[in-house]
């Protein structure tokens, strides 16, 4: 039986995360850490009776504040820290780049600080493959993680930057880490501020649907629960100083996005507006996940056909969750939909 504290929890993988590891693991106890910005919503921890999932106990803090996370550290006896507190919007990181390098960066260093105080047996970071950069559309490739680190964005350097300071915890301090770096996930309780929900639940309201004018740039998309089975094979399995990178090889394009949210829906193609693209907006991104595969076995196991039905399907169900976070998202004048990973 282990303590697992995941920081970043009531946000969207976080808090899909959690509800994977109670029913996968039982017998152990969870710490829940979030800031809880305008992205984190303490509600996505609750069960069906509306309470606090069992054996889950909320912490309202940041990552970046030391002496509390040492005292959690430490009054809670934490084996495993899950990293997964971010900002995580690229849109509006072109706005607030600041927040962006305060969370991601210094926030992270601030939460190995604690680690490095107390000690525990794993930190396990979650990173994006965004930190590689661009791949052309057309390319014949895949980053592995081996690839150089060439980010274009606040976001993405600010997840270069911690990603950075993780290893340097590793090595100079014997911190025991690991990193995945994941695709775009998609899934329930994902912020309506990111494409698949913000697609959903406009056009559930005969609102327009905005793409960014490269219709044609594509993403890799894995379903959130294939990242926490990712995630748990390399917390269990995977080599301290090591780097997972996870995804599915599915790629689908922003139009093919809006299109098929529009078909679950029994829609046409009407409500779909182009908007100006945003700056540094990269093409593509392609994980080589063969590492994960064939050194830890890991493998995805939902389809994108039936993930993403499942996705929408959700969205309709469960209106009661996301209608009263509409509006709470800072206004970007004129942004299409944001998928950052
Ligand atoms: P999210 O925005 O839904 O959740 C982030 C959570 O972090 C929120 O609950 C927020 O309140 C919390 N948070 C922010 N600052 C904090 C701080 N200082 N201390 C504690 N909590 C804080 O984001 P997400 O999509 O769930 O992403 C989680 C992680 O996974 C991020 O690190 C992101 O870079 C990474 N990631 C996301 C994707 C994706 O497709 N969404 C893909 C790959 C990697």
Redesign the pocket.
């Known amino acids: 039986m282990s303590t697992v504290l995941v920081?970043?929890?009531?946000?969207?993988?976080?808090s899909n995360f959690v509800r994977y590891w109670r029913a996968v693991h039982p017998g152990d106890a969870i710490v829940a850490?979030?800031?809880?910005?305008y992205?984190?919503?303490r509600e996505s921890l609750n069960g069906p009776d509306g309470e606090l999932l069992d054996g889950v106990t909320f912490v309202h803090?940041?990552?970046?504040n030391t002496d509390l996370v040492a005292h959690l550290l430490r009054a809670y006896s934490v084996d495993v820290v899950v990293?997964?507190?971010?900002?995580?919007?690229n849109s509006l990181a072109i706005l607030r780049p600041g927040d962006f390098f305060a969370?991601?960066v210094t926030?992270t260093q601030g939460l190995l600080e604690a680690v490095r105080r107390v000690g525990v047996s794993r930190f396990h970071h979650?990173?994006?493959?965004e930190v590689y950069g661009d791949l052309s559309l057309d390319a014949d490739e895949a980053f592995t993680e081996d690839s150089p680190y060439l980010p274009r964005t606040p976001y993405n350097a600010a997840?270069a930057g911690g990603d950075h300071v993780v290893r340097s915890y590793g090595l100079t301090y014997d911190v025991p880490v690991t990193i995945t770096n994941?695709?775009?996930?998609y899934g329930p309780f994902?912020?309506p501020e990111?494409v698949i929900p913000l697609f959903t639940t406009r056009a559930l309201a005969g609102e327009p649907l905005p793409l960014y004018a490269s219709t044609k740039n594509r993403r890799e998309w894995l379903h959130v629960s294939d990242h926490a089975t990712a995630i748990d094979r390399v917390i269990h399995h995977g080599r301290v100083g090591e780097t997972y990178n996870v995804g599915s090889g599915t790629e689908v394009d922003i139009e093919g996005i809006a299109d098929t949210v529009l078909g679950a829906l029994g829609l046409g193609p009407e409500l779909k507006t182009i908007v100006p693209d945003r700056p540094s907006h990269d093409r593509r991104y392609l994980l080589d996940s063969s590492k994960l595969r064939t050194e830890l076995g890991w493998a995805p196991a939902v389809e994108w056909t039936d993930g993403i039905a499942d996705t929408v399907a959700w969205y309709r169900a469960n209106e009661a969750w996301w209608r009263p976070l509409l509006g709470r998202s800072p206004v970007i004048e004129g942004a299409g939909a944001d998928w950052?990973?």
Do not use: P, R
Request: hydrophobic share 35%; aromatic share 6%.
């Open positions: 920081t970043g929890a009531a946000g969207f993988i976080g850490l979030d800031a809880l910005t992205a984190g919503v803090g940041s990552i970046g990293n997964f507190a971010a900002e995580s919007h969370t991601n926030g979650i990173s994006t493959c997840k994941c695709s775009n996930n994902q912020f990111k950052s990973g």
